[in-house]
């Protein structure tokens, strides 16, 4: 088992940054594929980053490509995910998932945090 905790959310102007958080316990985190997807109201869940487990490779969403960074740290099993030039169409509720299996898909992923709400004004 993994429990996920996402922290860092708020509420920000348009053009302004965010560095949101997922902290990880239980089982440890270098043995899992990382990923953040996101919900905007009336919306269903989505894509937006993923990291592998054991390796340095990352994915994106096409939306978020040069203005979202995802970054972990296995020594302190945190995941991080920077946001950039945020636009009011990146408010959401944002969520990170672990699995075994790194994907893009949000089926593939077992474990969830509660989330974060992520609010940009323009």
């Known amino acids: 088992q993994v429990q996920l905790v996402e922290s860092g959310g708020g509420l920000v102007q348009a053009g302004g940054s965010l560095r949101l958080s997922c902290l990880a316990s239980?089982?440890?985190?270098?043995?899992?594929?990382m990923g953040w997807f996101r919900q905007a109201p009336g919306k269903e869940r989505e894509f937006v980053a993923a990291?592998?487990?054991?390796?340095?490779?990352?994915w994106y969403a096409d939306s978020v490509k040069g203005r979202f960074t995802i970054s972990r740290d296995n020594a302190k099993n945190t995941m991080s995910l920077q946001i950039n030039n945020l636009q009011p169409e990146d408010t959401a509720v944002y969520y990170c998932?672990?699995?075994?299996?790194?994907?893009?898909?949000?089926?593939?992923?077992?474990?969830w945090g509660q989330g974060t709400q992520v609010t940009v004004s323009s």
């Open positions: 239980g089982r440890t985190l270098p043995r899992y594929a």
């Open positions: 990291a592998a487990a054991t390796t340095p490779r990352t």
């Open positions: 998932a672990a699995d075994p299996r790194v994907s893009v898909t949000l089926q593939s992923y077992n474990y």
